[in-house]
C-alpha cells in the first residue's frame, strides 16, 4: 500500500469537528451530524418519514445539504445552515432522482446528479450565494430550473469539485461500464482515470478515491491525480463502499464485514470504527463527508479599491494596511499599463479604503517596511522600453511620509532587486532572495539570482550588504517572515533548469550571523504562497502546484505548521479563490488578512480585489 507513506506526510488531524453520514435503520434513512466523541444529532426531519440521504457539509462545519423525499423518483435537496437556523428546499421542475449534492470546498457551488434533457442523470451545480438568500427560520422552496449544467451526453453521478468548481471529478456510466472522469472547466476537456464508481476528491485535491468491483466483491482504490498511480486500499472477502478522506488525507468508507454497513477510518494498516453501533444491530452507515478544522473563522472585509491587482507590496503601521504597486491585467504579460504605482491605506477600524500619493515608480514584486512616521518601498520590476524583455529590476529606496502625504527617492540598493522578501527585525528590514531581471542581452529571461542579503537601518536609513550569503538554493516568488527573531522564508522558485522549479523549502536564518536551518518542508512544492504566524502556527494560502510536466494550477489550501511541533496538516479550511501572489498580514493579534492576488478561474486569467481574514 504505498499511498500509505503520502497519507503520513500530513500530521493527524484532531481539531476537525465535525462529520455527516447516512444511517438506515427500522425507522427509514436519515442524515447524522456528529462531532467525534459525541452522541450523533438527527439534521432530517424524522416525523416525515421521508428519506434523507447523500448529505455534505461545508469545512466550517455551519451548512449541510442532502436529498430527500419519499422515493428516489421523488427527490429534493434540503439546505441547512445552523447558524442562520435557516433551511431551504432545492426542487426539479419534474420529480426525478436529484442526488449527490456537493459544495465546492470554497462555498461558492452547489453540484449535484439529476435527470438532464435526454432524461438520463447528468451533472448540474448552481451558486450557492445567489439562491441561499433568505434569513430566518422558515422553509423556502426554490426551483433548479436556472441551475447550469456540465456534461448532458454523459449519465453521470457522484460530482465531486474540486474547491473552486474549476474542475470536478465524476462517475460516468458509458456503454454498460461505470468510469471514474474528470472534467476541466478551464479547457473543457475530459479525461476518463479509471474504471469504478463513487469518487472521493482529497481535501488537498490530489488523491481521488473509489471503489471496484473485482473477484466478486467491492475494494477501495486511490488513484495519484498527478501521477496516474493506484493502490488498492482495501482487500475485505466483503465490501466496501463510499470513500471519503479526512482533511490529513485519512481514507473512510463503509463496509458490511460484519454484517451490516460501518463506518471506518483507514488509520496506518488499521480499520478502526468511527461511529460505535451493536455489531447485530440492524442499522447501517454510509455516504461519509467531514468538515475542517472548525475553530477558524473565515470573513471578508472591503476589496481594495482600483483595478483588481496582485505582486503588491503590503504592511500593517498603526492601526492601517498600506498597499503599493502591483500587477494588473493577465498573468506572464507585461505591457507598460499592466505595471502600476497605486498606493492605499486601509483604516482597520473603519473598513475603509483610501487613495494616497503614488509611489514614484510603476512597479510590482517588491515589499514594503514600517517605521515611525514612514512606508518604505524597496526596488521592484518594472517596464522597460529599451531592454527585450521590456522589464528591468529597480534599485530605488522609495519613503512615504504619512503625515504630508508624499513620496521621495532617498537612496539605492547595491543591485537591482525584485520578487524577494523583505522582514523587518529589530529595526532593521532584511531583503533576502529575488533576482535581478534585467536581461543581460536580447532575449534573456533568466535573469540573476540573488544570494546576498541587502539590510536597510530603519534608523539611519542607511543600506549595507550582509557578510554573509542567502543558503542555497537561490529563491524567488518566495514569502518570507519573522518568528523568533529569524528570517524565514517559504517556497519558491528555484534558480536553473525551469521557470517554474518550484521549492519545498522553509528556511530560517538567523540575521546576526547568517547561520541557517532547514524546518520542516512543505508537503508541496509551490510559489507564490502568502504566509504569516498566527498564534504560534506557520500558515500557508493558496500559492500555485505543479500537477503535471507542464501543468500548473493557483490552489486556495490553507495548510498549518505548529511551530511546537514538526508536521503541517492541511486544516481543511480554504481560501474563496484559488490564487497566488496574494500577500498577508495581522489584521490584529487574532486575525490575518489575505489581500488579492491572481486566479485562473471559468476561462478567466486575471488579478483579483478580495480581502479575506482568518482568525482563530
Not at 455534505?56 to 423525499?69: A, C, M, R
Not at 455516504?287 to 507590496?313: D, H, L, V, W
Request: with cysteine.
Amino acid at each position: 500500500m504505498k499511498y500509505l507513506v503520502l497519507f503520513g506526510l500530513l500530521a493527524s488531524c484532531s481539531s476537525f469537528a465535525d462529520f455527516v453520514y447516512m444511517k438506515e435503520d427500522a425507522q427509514g434513512k436519515s442524515v447524522q451530524l456528529q462531532t467525534i466523541g459525541d452522541a450523533p444529532i438527527t439534521l432530517n426531519n424524522t416525523a416525515s418519514k421521508q428519506w434523507a440521504l447523500y448529505p455534505d457539509i461545508t469545512p466550517d462545519g455551519n451548512e449541510f445539504i442532502y436529498s430527500e423525499g419519499e422515493s428516489q423518483d421523488n427527490l429534493h435537496l434540503t439546505y441547512v445552515n445552523k447558524k442562520k437556523n435557516l433551511t431551504q428546499r432545492f426542487n426539479l421542475s419534474e420529480k426525478g432522482m436529484l442526488i449527490h449534492p456537493k459544495f465546492s470546498k470554497n462555498g461558492q457551488w452547489i453540484f449535484y446528479s439529476a435527470p438532464g434533457p435526454k432524461g438520463k442523470n447528468t451533472i448540474f451545480f448552481f451558486e450557492r450565494a445567489s439562491l441561499v438568500s433568505a434569513q430566518g427560520t422558515h422553509l423556502n422552496d426554490y426551483s433548479l430550473a436556472t441551475a447550469q449544467m456540465l456534461a448532458p451526453e454523459d449519465e453521470a453521478f457522484f460530482p465531486r469539485p474540486s474547491s473552486d468548481g474549476n474542475f470536478v471529478v465524476y462517475q460516468r456510466n458509458l456503454a454498460g461500464k461505470k468510469e471514474i472522469v474528470l472534467f476541466d472547466r478551464l479547457e473543457n476537456t475530459k479525461k476518463v482515470l479509471v474504471e469504478g464508481m463513487s469518487p472521493a476528491l482529497s481535501f488537498d485535491e490530489r488523491l481521488i478515491a473509489f471503489t471496484s468491483k473485482k473477484d466478486g466483491n467491492w475494494n477501495v482504490y486511490v488513484i495519484d491525480r498527478v501521477s496516474g498511480q493506484i493502490s488498492q486500499m482495501t482487500s475485505d472477502l466483503k465490501d466496501e463502499m463510499a470513500p471519503t478522506f479526512m482533511p490529513d488525507n485519512t481514507l473512510v468508507f463503509a463496509s458490511n464485514k460484519s454484517g451490516h454497513y460501518r463506518l471506518f477510518k483507514l488509520q496506518d494498516t488499521k480499520w478502526v470504527q468511527i461511529v460505535e453501533a451493536p455489531e447485530q444491530a440492524e442499522v447501517d452507515f454510509y455516504s461519509p463527508n467531514f468538515s475542517g478544522e472548525t475553530n477558524y473563522k473565515q470573513a471578508q472585509r472591503a476589496p481594495f479599491i482600483g483595478n483588481p491587482r496582485s505582486s503588491f507590496g503590503t504592511v500593517s503601521h498603526d492601526g492601517k494596511i498600506y498597499m503599493a504597486g502591483g500587477h494588473q491585467g493577465a498573468e506572464h504579460t507585461y505591457p507598460p499599463e499592466s505595471f502600476t504605482d497605486t498606493f492605499l491605506a486601509y483604516d482597520i477600524n473603519a473598513n475603509e479604503w483610501t487613495e494616497l500619493a503614488p509611489r514614484p515608480h510603476k512597479a510590482h514584486g517588491y515589499q514594503l517596511a514600517a517605521f515611525g512616521n514612514y512606508i518604505y518601498a524597496f526596488g521592484g520590476f518594472a517596464y522597460s522600453a529599451v531592454h527585450k524583455p521590456k522589464w528591468k529590476s529597480l534599485t530605488s529606496i522609495d519613503r512615504y511620509d504619512i503625515k504630508l502625504n508624499v513620496w521621495e527617492t532617498i537612496g539605492h540598493l547595491a543591485s537591482p532587486r525584485s520578487s524577494n522578501v523583505a522582514v523587518t527585525i529589530d529595526d532593521k528590514v532584511y531583503l533576502a532572495g529575488g533576482w535581478n531581471s534585467t536581461p543581460k542581452f536580447d532575449n534573456d529571461a533568466d535573469g540573476i539570482f540573488h544570494d546576498t542579503i541587502e539590510i536597510f537601518d530603519l534608523k539611519s536609513e542607511k543600506i549595507s550588504t550582509a557578510p554573509y550569503k542567502l543558503p542555497a538554493p537561490k529563491r524567488r516568488a518566495l514569502t518570507g517572515i519573522s518568528h523568533n527573531g529569524k528570517i524565514v522564508m517559504v517556497g519558491g522558485i528555484g534558480e536553473g533548469a525551469s521557470h517554474f522549479d518550484l521549492l519545498t523549502n522553509v528556511t530560517a536564518i538567523d540575521p546576526k550571523d547568517g547561520s541557517s536551518v532547514e524546518m520542516q518542508p512543505l508537503p508541496f512544492a509551490t510559489f507564490a504562497p502568502a504566509a504569516e504566524i498566527l498564534k504560534n502556527e506557520l500558515m500557508v494560502f493558496g500559492g500555485m502546484f505543479k500537477t503535471g510536466p507542464m501543468n500548473y494550477e493557483y490552489v486556495s489550501h490553507i495548510y498549518s505548521l505548529d511551530l511546537g511541533k514538526t508536521e503541517w496538516r492541511h486544516t481543511g479550511r480554504f481560501l474563496k479563490e484559488t490564487k497566488g501572489f496574494s500577500q498577508v498580514f495581522h489584521v490584529d493579534e487574532k486575525t490575518l488578512g489575505v489581500l488579492g492576488g491572481h486566479h485562473y478561474f471559468q476561462g478567466m486569467d486575471s488579478p483579483v480585489s478580495t480581502f479575506e481574514t482568518i482568525s482563530k
